[in-house]
């Protein structure tokens, strides 16, 4: 009887160890082409693309977090504060905003047109 019982535990020790050798290969084999492919356009990475460069000329400048004054306000600019200005505007609240990124805090955000100074790229 013990040798039944042995030679049944052996067997499913065994098998489970070939499935999960087969697992464990199947786990690690790279995606193909059209799986990253796919992937990309499921879950696509949004960059904005810069336009223009400026600089920001007034002190105490909001940079919000969306356009309008209701945006929270992610950091205050000052005047000379280098910027570069993406391809998104937004009229909102009587204003045009603008997407930029400030180079010295290397954040995006929203900030109103007029306190922006255009320079040659």
Do not use: C, H
Not at 81 to 110: H, M
């Amino acid at each position: 009887m013990k040798k039944k019982i042995l030679a049944i535990l052996l067997i499913t020790i065994l098998s489970l160890s070939f499935s999960m050798t087969a697992l464990a290969e199947e786990n690690t084999k790279a995606p193909d082409n059209s799986t990253i492919a796919q992937s990309a356009i499921d879950n696509p990475i949004v960059t904005p693309r810069t336009v223009d460069v400026g600089y920001i000329n007034a002190d105490g400048v909001r940079l919000r977090t969306s356009a309008g004054l209701s945006g929270t306000v992610l950091a205050l600019l000052y005047t000379g504060d280098s910027i570069a200005i993406t391809n998104d505007s937004v009229s909102k609240d009587g204003y045009l905003w603008r997407y930029v990124e400030v180079d010295r805090l290397g954040i995006y955000g929203w900030v109103a047109d007029m306190y922006i100074t255009f320079t040659e790229a």
